[in-house]
């Protein structure tokens, strides 16, 4: 029941930024948590970072002190400063609502967005 629209990836320079960006497509009573993961190929998708309804962030060790994430109402940023190639990945969306009074706890992914950093 959402759908998670996802822009900001793309081809960056080592030591480069990107800004990504993820927004509900639906009205949400609450949001618990909103965040992004990250797979490579042939690894397990991962981390990158969360951030809770009141504000408290969590981040993978790999991007801290690089990486930010930030939320506004349903739509969530990662700021994406000082990229590494070891960063190259598709970047994937998630949010933990609750659509409606009530009704229980829901986990949804965006379609995810390709991060690359290379020369």
């Known amino acids: 029941q959402v759908q998670l629209v996802e822009s900001g990836g793309g081809l960056v320079q080592p030591g480069g930024s990107l800004t990504l960006s993820c927004a509900a497509s639906r009205r949400i009573f609450s949001i618990n948590a909103m965040g992004w993961y990250r797979q490579a190929p042939g690894t397990e998708r991962e981390l990158v970072a969360t951030i809770t309804s009141g504000g408290r962030t969590n981040y993978a060790d790999s991007v801290k002190g690089r990486f930010t994430i930030s939320r506004d109402s349903a739509k969530t940023i990662l700021q994406m400063n000082s990229l590494k190639p070891e960063d190259t990945a598709v970047y994937y969306c998630?949010?933990?609502?609750?659509?409606?009074?009530?009704?229980?706890?829901?986990?949804?992914w965006g379609q995810g967005t390709q991060v690359t950093v290379s020369s």
């Open positions: 998630n949010i933990d609502v609750r659509l409606y009074a009530g009704s229980p706890s829901a986990n949804y």
